[in-house]
């Protein structure tokens, strides 16, 4: 930005302000968040730069730790041929179909078994034995069962990701302030009103805490599947690279599954806040 | 009562009694008589109050009277016809206030209006009136977190009196403010009274607050709960100028509800039992 620009800027700022400020004070202001935004990813800057450096001067060896660079380099390599499109393709269709069909299927169930005592009451024990059942120990099962297609992998992200779904949504429901339901039902609310205007509004903020559990263990439980019988998606990058020793290659996936991890997880924060913008502080007004 | 007998009554407690089932060490099923013999009158656009000890059984007798639960015995009609269930003839405003979070004051009021399928713009212009009502009209958009106790309760009346219901219930809706705060809502509350002659029963622990509100205030009794006296307020303490609570009669009436209170607080604790069987989570609803 040329000093021209910002006096400009300034001007305007100042001229907007309900009082004058003194202009070389809230020059200081885009300068402090840049620094407070370092100080924040320094270390993460730094670790970069030692994964760069340390292979590069012989700390490790390049062979089973290449530098950044290299490892970016084989992702673009990738890229250009294409098989990364299709790795990304596969894995990400597999993930957000399994926790798709997990949030229709059980964010529902648990609302009911919230709800319905009876319910909770004839299903708790099933709940708790599965649930203490690692998903991971069932893959053999699963591909057993289902063969080593899409099926077996997408059900298992499936069965990952019901229990933080169920088991959030049902304390959501259970912890809504039985005031609140009162309260609608001396209005004279119908069931299905008090479901909709009510329970739901309420359980909303629990039930996205088990959303975004769910998102991170459908990452997880699909990488793994995939590393075990697949011919295609990040896991299956990553195994293939460690195998062929294309070790750039492989730290590449590691970097993929982050990325996706990152953004996801961003999304469905954006997505929480809009939809509980009354938690927000009274402070950000 | 004193009122012309023949006139209707707008709410009438007729021999009310109220039983639940307790679970007694043993396992075997005792009853609880929260309230009994209940007969009380309130006329049209009248405002009772209701004073007693704790655990005389006033939240009971409202979530009766809010057709949230079914009396034992005897009957409550409102406009002579028999209580069935809920309905938005009758509001209640709790202590919590019960709020919903998630909803803005104005959308808050328009609850009751969008449960009775009101159209989204008539409901807007409704609660905007009655947001005004209460002298809120400037924090419309404010959720409930953002507002102080006594705007949070300003916001529960609007919005029970946004559905024009005929009887308006209080459970000690002041008693979580600070004095002060409540001094003002007790002033509000009576200028809303007196602008739209909502017919108001108005639970409190609190005698001063009782004879301030109440046209009549009801005395109660514990365990079981009963109507012990009924005192028709005189209304030279109803002035809309002034500090009644000032004035000479006032310290009188006042004298006359403390003494009966203080006597039947002593009388409740002389007869406590070993566990008082008052904390709801022990208490199953008897419904026959």
Redesign the interface.
């Known amino acids: 930005m040329s000093n021209l620009e910002l006096t400009s800027r300034l001007d305007l700022a100042a001229s907007t302000a309900p009082m004058p400020v003194p202009t070389v004070k809230r020059a200081m202001v885009p300068w402090r968040k840049l620094g407070r935004l370092s100080a924040r990813s320094a270390l993460l800057l730094a670790l970069l730069a030692l994964w760069e450096l340390a292979p590069r001067l012989g700390l490790t060896d390049p062979a089973f730790l290449p530098p950044l660079s290299e490892v970016l380099q084989a992702g673009w390599d990738l890229a250009v041929a294409g098989q990364l499109y299709e790795h990304f393709e596969a894995s990400l269709l597999r993930a957000f179909g399994g926790f798709a069909i997990a949030v229709v299927l059980f964010v529902p169930l648990g609302i009911a078994i919230g709800w319905y005592a009876g319910l909770a009451n004839a299903l708790s024990q099933i709940i708790e034995v599965l649930r203490n059942t690692a998903p991971l120990a069932l893959l053999p099962v699963f591909i057993l069962l289902l063969g080593i297609g899409e099926v077996s992998k997408v059900t298992m992200v499936v069965y990952s990701c019901a229990w933080p779904l169920l088991l959030n949504t049902i304390a959501a429901v259970k912890q809504v302030d039985p005031l609140l339901v009162k309260s609608a039902r001396t209005m004279g609310a119908t069931p299905l009103q008090l479901f909709a205007k009510v329970i739901l509004p309420a359980s909303l903020p629990t039930i996205f805490v088990g959303i975004r559990l769910a998102s991170a263990a459908a990452m997880l439980v699909l990488i793994a599947s995939e590393m075990v019988g697949a011919k295609a998606g990040l896991g299956y990058l990553i195994i293939y690279g460690q195998y062929s020793f294309l070790i750039p290659q492989m730290y590449f996936g590691v970097l993929a599954i982050t990325t996706i991890g990152l953004l996801s997880n961003y999304g469905l924060e954006s997505v929480e806040r809009r939809f509980t913008r009354w938690r927000a502080p009274a402070a950000a007004l | 009562m004193s009122a012309d007998a023949k006139e209707l009554p707008k709410i009438s407690f007729r021999q009310v009694r109220k039983e639940f089932a307790v679970r007694a060490d043993g396992g075997s099923a005792r009853h609880f008589v929260a309230l009994d013999d209940i007969t009380l009158d309130v006329a049209a656009g009248g405002f009772l109050t209701l004073v007693g000890p704790s655990g005389c059984g006033k939240s009971t007798l409202l979530d009766l009277l809010?057709?949230?639960t079914i009396p034992t015995g005897g009957t409550i009609l409102l406009d002579g016809r028999p209580i069935s269930g809920?309905?938005?003839d009758?509001?209640?405003v709790?202590q919590?206030y019960?709020l919903?979070?998630?909803?803005?004051a104005v959308q808050n009021i328009e609850?009751?209006l969008?449960?009775?399928g009101v159209g989204a713009r008539e409901r807007r212009e409704k609660a905007l009136h009655y947001l005004d009502l209460v002298g809120l009209s400037a924090f419309a958009d404010r959720?409930p977190?953002?507002l102080s106790g006594g705007m949070k309760q300003r916001v529960a009346i609007a919005r029970s009196l946004a559905?024009e219901p005929q009887v308006l219930l209080m459970d000690e809706p002041f008693a979580a403010l600070d004095a002060q705060t409540r001094e003002q809502l007790q002033t509000e509350l009576l200028r809303i009274w007196r602008r739209t002659g909502t017919t108001i029963l108005f639970i409190t622990h609190g005698i001063d607050e009782a004879i301030v509100l109440g046209q009549r205030v009801a005395v109660m009794t514990a365990r079981p709960g009963r109507i012990r006296q009924v005192f028709d307020i005189p209304a030279a303490l109803h002035s809309e100028t002034g500090d009644v609570r000032s004035l000479p009669l006032f310290g009188e009436v006042r004298y006359d509800i403390w003494s009966l209170l203080r006597e039947e607080v002593a009388r409740t604790q002389a007869a406590r039992p070993a566990r008082p069987p008052q904390s709801s989570p022990e208490l199953a609803h008897v419904q026959s």
């Open positions: 809010g057709g949230l809920p309905g938005r009758r509001g209640i709790f919590q019960a919903y979070p998630w909803r803005t609850f009751g969008e449960i009775a959720f977190q953002e559905y």
